[in-house]
């Protein structure tokens, strides 16, 4: 079993980015590096499903709805994954995993939240 640890996940509006990020502290790099590594994405009530996969010599591969905004890339001597995500849709709102997929670990998971409203700004008009 790996250990993976992910970040980066927020709140934020569309067309905003994020960064997530999956470590593995606690793995070596011999078990880490040679795993195919991948990102899932569950929504609110659905099941979770493919975002990104990586290869361990960084051939990508990308489900459609999120080609050409998210990238999935990689640093084996630091042992982490990240996922680059860019113009964010209010679809793209779920709980993101990072799994690796030779010992089938997967991480807790890291909240993303892509709101199509703005936060608001207050305008006080006073006489």
């Known amino acids: 079993q790996v250990y993976l640890v992910e970040s980066g996940g927020g709140s934020v509006q569309a067309g905003e980015s994020l960064r997530l990020t999956c470590k593995a502290p606690?793995?070596?790099?011999?078990?880490?590096?040679?795993?195919?590594m991948a990102w899932y994405r569950q929504a609110p009530g659905k099941q979770r499903d493919l975002v990104a996969q990586?290869?361990?010599?960084?051939?990508?591969n990308y489900v459609d709805s999120v080609k050409g905004r998210f990238t999935i890339s990689r640093d084996n001597s630091r042992k982490t994954v990240y996922l680059q995500m860019d113009s964010l849709l209010p679809e793209d709102t779920g709980v993101y995993y990072c799994h690796h997929i030779e010992s089938m670990s997967w991480g807790r998971g890291t909240q993303v939240t892509v709101s199509s409203w703005g936060q608001g700004t207050q305008v006080t008009v006073s006489s």
């Open positions: 606690r793995t070596i790099t011999s078990v880490f590096n040679p795993s195919p």
């Open positions: 990586i290869s361990n010599a960084g051939r990508t």
